[in-house]
């Protein structure tokens, strides 16, 4: 059992370091895109901040750990929790090499359910939290839309009626703002995303009868922040070009409303312990603010592929752990 728990935790600090680079383009494709941050100084910043959001909450940890089934009332949890990993490393791999911005959050939380569906019985899914889950999920995109929407027409009627007519002055000042709104985006990535590695460390420590509560251990909240800080040291070039440059044409003012828009939406979910998709969010506030500009010139090509990619990973997710639990089975 001890043996398997280490396993756990490795699986699930490989999955939270993919998750740095993964996602990295969530905190800082914007000011990229801008030359508000050189490349290597963005990714530099959005890991050391991600890492300080990552150790200051606990509560996105406990409803992953509890929220989608009871781990102690699971016979073969830790079988379940490591279906679950293998599972959701493969989608974010995948996604990755092909620079589609998919959701590691849909991903775990998928696989989470298949491999307790294929472990435990449907009966052991706790469908209510999960729904709940799926809900904010589904609902978080059309908020970060309306929001990002909103805050970019505020900004643009602001600068309007100032009378600044210099776009190389408003581009300096919006620049300077977004070296403040990526570092909270950053902050607030960490504080969301790291907390699914926690939380499925914690399931698996429950479920292996290594303890008996959802409170995340000081050396699993260290870990996982590492990783993530790490993750995202690396970068994901693939998928920050997709954001950054596929969507739509990103300027300052803009870029700084997506990511102050993303910020107020993540802590907001943080606030509550509920996860949500950070590349969604941003992606999302990325085409409100820029339906605000030149709705004409999004891409909405892009747009909608990557919207499919977001409406099949939770049931392709599920899916995959539910077959990679099955071939466990079969062979242990």
């Known amino acids: ?19 740095g680079f993964h996602d990295t383009a969530n905190a800082i494709a914007t000011s990229i895109s801008t030359r508000a941050m050189s490349p290597r100084f963005a990714v530099l910043y959005a890991a050391f901040l991600n890492f300080v959001g990552a150790m200051l909450s606990s509560e996105v940890a406990k409803t992953v750990g509890g929220s989608i089934a009871n781990p102690a009332e699971i016979q073969n949890g830790v079988q379940v929790v490591i279906a679950a990993l293998i599972a959701a490393i493969f989608w974010n791999l995948l996604t990755w090499y092909y620079g589609i911005p998919s959701s590691s959050s849909h991903t775990l939380i998928g696989a989470l359910a298949g491999a307790v569906i294929a472990g435990a019985g449907f009966q052991s899914l706790h469908m209510e939290g999960f729904l709940k889950i799926v809900y904010i999920l589904i609902l978080s995109p059309v908020i970060a839309f309306a929001v990002g929407f909103i805050i970019m027409f505020l900004l643009k009627y602001i600068i309007l009626f100032s009378g600044n007519k ?66 995202t040291s690396i970068g994901g070039w693939r998928i920050i070009k997709t954001v950054s440059k596929k969507i739509m044409k990103i300027e300052p003012v803009n870029g700084f409303a ?75």
Do not use: E
């Open 1 to 19: 059992m001890l043996t398997l728990i280490i396993f756990i935790v490795l699986l699930a600090l490989i999955f939270d370091f993919i998750n």
């Open 166 to 231: 210099s776009r190389s002055k408003l581009n300096r000042v919006f620049r300077s703002f977004q070296v403040v709104s990526a570092g909270l985006l950053s902050f607030s990535h960490g504080g969301n995303d790291a907390q699914k590695a926690m939380g499925i460390i914690v399931f698996g420590l429950v479920a292996g009868g290594f303890q008996t509560t959802l409170d995340v251990p000081i050396w699993v909240k260290i870990s996982a922040a590492a990783a993530m800080g790490l993750g």
């Open 258 to 332: 997506a990511d102050l828009s993303s910020s107020i939406i993540i802590q907001t979910s943080t606030f509550i312990g509920q996860p949500l998709s950070t590349t969604h969010v941003i992606t999302s506030s990325i085409i409100g603010t820029g339906s605000v500009i030149r709705f004409k010139d999004v891409k909405w090509g892009t747009v909608g592929r990557m919207i499919m990619t977001w409406v099949i990973t939770i049931p392709i997710s599920m899916v995959l752990a539910f077959l990679v639990y099955k071939v466990l089975f079969s062979l242990f």
